[in-house]
């Protein structure tokens, strides 16, 4: 199972688990880029887990409600944005509301990308308008 995470295969790792891998964390204050950017983030540091791939993954959220909400998530270093600093950054699609401070539990349902240094802010912006529709397309069984 850990090298199927760590080989940023989720779905597999997750048929070995018999549920999706999970990160649960308490969301924290954050440089609030995503916001200014369109896209506001729910930043956790990891805590004691198995280091699955960097990269941009599709994945499903449960909120402290029970809620489900479906969302594109940045894990790693944040290669944009300096001093790099290892973070889950989840943008919930189609969700709005205050979550800092509270526990949430993000399930890596499928693989995107790598993380990536982009050219600039607006580039950032297109390739997370991009990502979140891979991400849509995913979560819908794509």
Do not use: C
Request: charged residues 20%.
């Amino acid at each position: 199972m850990r090298a199927l995470l760590r080989d940023a295969r989720p779905g597999m790792a997750a048929e070995l688990l018999t549920r999706p891998f999970t990160i649960r964390g308490v969301v924290e204050h954050g440089a609030k880029l995503g916001r200014t950017l369109g896209f506001p983030t729910a930043n956790m540091t990891l805590g004691d887990y198995v280091r699955p791939a960097y990269g941009v993954y599709a994945v499903q959220v449960v909120l402290p409600s029970g809620e489900r909400v479906d969302g594109v998530a940045n894990l790693g270093i944040r290669p944009m944005i300096e001093p790099p600093v290892e973070l889950l950054e989840t943008w919930l699609m189609d969700w709005q509301g205050d979550l800092y401070g509270q526990t949430l539990d993000v399930q890596l349902v499928a693989y995107l990308r790598p993380e990536m240094k982009l050219n600039g802010l607006d580039a950032l912006k297109a390739q997370i308008a991009a990502d979140a529709t891979a991400a849509r397309h995913m979560l819908k069984g794509g």
